[in-house]
């Protein structure tokens, strides 16, 4: 099992510019969930989806976009980048209705780090 | 509203304790602590339920006061591998998604 992936691992954007970071698993997972990290910030939620075909906002979703088409993939897109995005970015996935429960932990993908000039 | 955590740094000696806190002003479900290594992801370490199930790691020991919505995570007799930033998780009472707001993190810095 890959676990959860994610691609790119890093990217540089110049301001204005559009981007789609794409985040994988093989879990069977129902929940996906997109992050952003910044220093002294924590993680902050950006989307979320709670099955194939639906998305829903998290505490920062503006200037973000997300699509769960399939179940084992979650994208997002940065329509058109701002420096205030330059971030590291982490996909997690949970819950596999067969193996266990709602409230489980989340496993996360390695990162994408991306820079917006 | 994302809880907070204290202390925001702690460095310890090997073989000495330390206990992080996390606090919410929302009725919550459930705590979620990981611990993050520089440059890389969060990895899970344990799990608190309202109404008292705990789903983690052995060697890690923590505790839920449902009724100040407060969590700790205890750890003790500390190894150079606990160096890293831990962080709290908290899913809210009304939330049936699984998703976490997580606090802005403890950075641990276990010494020889």
């Known amino acids: 099992n890959a676990g959860v992936t994610q691609t790119p691992k890093f990217r540089v954007l110049k301001t204005g510019q559009s981007m789609t970071l794409l985040c994988a698993q093989d879990m069977n997972h129902e929940y996906m969930y997109w992050y952003r990290q910044d220093p002294g910030m924590g993680l902050r939620l950006i989307h979320y989806?709670?099955?194939?075909?639906?998305?829903a906002k998290g505490e920062v979703p503006d200037g973000y976009n997300v699509s769960r088409l399939k179940k084992q993939n979650f994208l997002l897109g940065l329509e058109s980048a701002a420096p205030s995005q330059t971030s590291v970015y982490f996909c997690?996935?949970?819950?596999?209705?067969?193996?266990?429960?709602?409230?489980?932990?989340?496993?996360f993908g390695p990162g994408t780090r991306l820079t917006v000039l | 509203q994302q809880p907070v955590q204290s202390p925001q740094a702690v460095i310890l000696r090997e073989g000495e304790d330390a206990v992080i806190n996390c606090s919410s002003s929302?009725?919550?479900?459930?705590v979620h602590w990981y611990r993050q290594k520089h440059g890389e992801a969060p990895v899970f370490l344990m799990i608190l339920l309202k109404g008292g199930e705990q789903k983690g790691h052995e060697k890690i020991s923590a505790s839920f006061n449902e009724k100040k919505q407060q969590s700790s995570l205890y750890l003790t007799a500390s190894q150079l591998s606990y160096s890293g930033t831990y962080f709290c998780?908290?899913?809210?009472?009304?939330?049936?998604?699984?998703?976490?707001?997580f606090g802005q993190g403890t950075t641990l810095q276990v010494k020889p």
């Open positions: 997690a996935s949970s819950f596999s209705p067969q193996t266990g429960g709602e409230r489980d932990e989340q496993f």
């Open positions: 929302k009725a919550l479900y459930s």
């Open positions: 989806s709670v099955g194939e075909g639906t998305t």
């Open positions: 998780g908290t899913e809210d009472d009304s939330s049936n998604t699984g998703k976490l707001i």
